[in-house]
């Protein structure tokens, strides 16, 4: 009846508002956490930049007499420095990557799994990886965007998977208007209560682990598909 319809169209009308208000607060916090991101990478990039000189210095200056552990613990702390940097390149490169406009066009998926792959020909020969494409299809996107998230698939492959991995490529169309593209590898994979771990910024599924270079490539690749 009329009270009824009256009741539905006012419930429907608070869950809009609700749903802008929680829209509009996730974008405000986004927006902080952005700009309290840059101001980090910032403020830490000077002191980061006059210590590597100092370091490198001292590791370089041969007229210093300096017993082997000394210089070890130099070696340590270069090696700490420049891990620093790279995590702050990465942040850097996660803000702009993840603010910037989409370039929409129709692309194979083939085409940017070669993008990504000509980006990685020297590490992937390297290794002895292989890449096994299997037949894709067409979506539209952002080929950029696209090519780098599998750039960056393909490389936690080869950090991870050990020895010389076999990566796979599949497409798949569902229901005519969404494509699922699933790249594995026959690596150990990561136990199911590590995913959440791995996917988050700066994430190491094994806490210290000296093998992971920033711990942004995962996190980055799952911040684009979700844009």
């Not at 996730?26 to 700009?35: N, S």
């Not at 210089?71 to 990557?97: E, G, H, N, P, W």
């Not at 569902?174 to 136990?191: N, S």
Request: with cysteine; hydrophobic share 45%; aromatic share 4%.
């Amino acid at each position: 009846d009329w009270s009824s319809d009256v009741c539905s169209s006012d419930l429907a009308m608070r869950q809009t508002l609700r749903l802008r208000t929680q829209t509009q607060q996730v974008q405000r916090l986004d927006e902080e956490m952005r700009t309290l991101a840059n101001a980090l990478a910032d403020d830490l990039s000077g002191p980061l930049a006059q210590l590597e000189e100092v370091v490198r210095g001292a590791a370089a200056d041969e007229a210093i007499a300096i017993t082997d552990a000394r210089r070890d613990r130099l070696r340590r702390t270069r090696a700490s420095v420049d891990k620093l940097k790279s995590m702050l390149t990465a942040l850097r490169r996660y803000i702009a990557t993840t603010s910037q406009d989409f370039v929409l066009t129709p692309f194979d998926v083939g085409n940017a799994i070669d993008l990504a792959a000509a980006r990685l020909e020297k590490v992937i020969r390297t290794s002895g990886a292989r890449i096994v494409l299997h037949p894709t299809l067409s979506v539209v996107g952002d080929i950029d965007l696209m090519s780098y998230v599998f750039e960056l698939l393909i490389e936690n492959a080869l950090v991870h998977a050990g020895g010389a991995p076999t990566i796979t490529v599949d497409c798949e169309e569902l229901d005519g208007e969404i494509v699922t593209v699933r790249l594995t590898d026959d690596g150990p994979g990561i136990a199911p209560h590590l995913h959440g771990r791995a996917l988050a910024p700066f994430g190491r599924v094994t806490p210290g682990d000296s093998s992971v270079r920033d711990g942004m490539g995962l996190a980055m690749a799952r911040k684009i598909v979700e844009l």
